[in-house]
C-alpha cells in the first residue's frame, strides 16, 4: 500500500502544487521579467485552468485506451516539461503554452491516481 500512497501523494504534490499553482506565486516577478500586462498574465492564468478542464474531460478515454498507471507517468512529464518551459520562457507565448502543458499533469493525475489505487 505505502508503494502507492507515498509517490501518490508526492506527484499530486508536483502537478498541483508545483506545476500549476506555482505560477501565481510567482507571478509578480515573472511579470516584471517579461513585461507581461496583466490580461496576459491573467490570461496565461486562465490557459492553465482551460488545460486543466481539457485534461479531465480526455482522462476516462486515456485510461481506458493506457492503463492508469501510464496516465500519472504521463502527468508527471507534463509537469515536469510544464515546469520546465516556464523557467526558461523568455516571452508570452512561451510561458502561455508551459502553462498549458503543466495544467494538463494535474487534470490527469487525480483520476488516475484513483484508478490505480482502486
Given amino acids: ?10 506527484m499530486i504534490g508536483v502537478t498541483y502544487a508545483f506545476a500549476r499553482y506555482s505560477f501565481g506565486l510567482f ?21 492553465a485552468y482551460a488545460a486543466y478542464t481539457l485534461a479531465l474531460v480526455t482522462t476516462a478515454v486515456f485510461i481506458h485506451k493506457m492503463s492508469a498507471r501510464r496516465v500519472v507517468l504521463y502527468s508527471g512529464a507534463t509537469a515536469f516539461i510544464g515546469m ?13 503554452i508551459s502553462a498549458f502543458v503543466a495544467g494538463l499533469g494535474s487534470g490527469w493525475v487525480s483520476p488516475a491516481f484513483s484508478q490505480v489505487v482502486a
Fill in 1 to 10: 500500500m505505502w508503494k502507492i500512497v507515498l509517490p501518490g501523494i508526492a
Fill in 27 to 47: 507571478l509578480p516577478e515573472i511579470s516584471s521579467a517579461l513585461n507581461l500586462s496583466e490580461s496576459q498574465a491573467g490570461l496565461i492564468g486562465s490557459v
Fill in 84 to 96: 520546465l518551459g516556464m523557467a526558461a520562457s523568455q516571452g508570452f507565448y512561451t510561458l502561455a
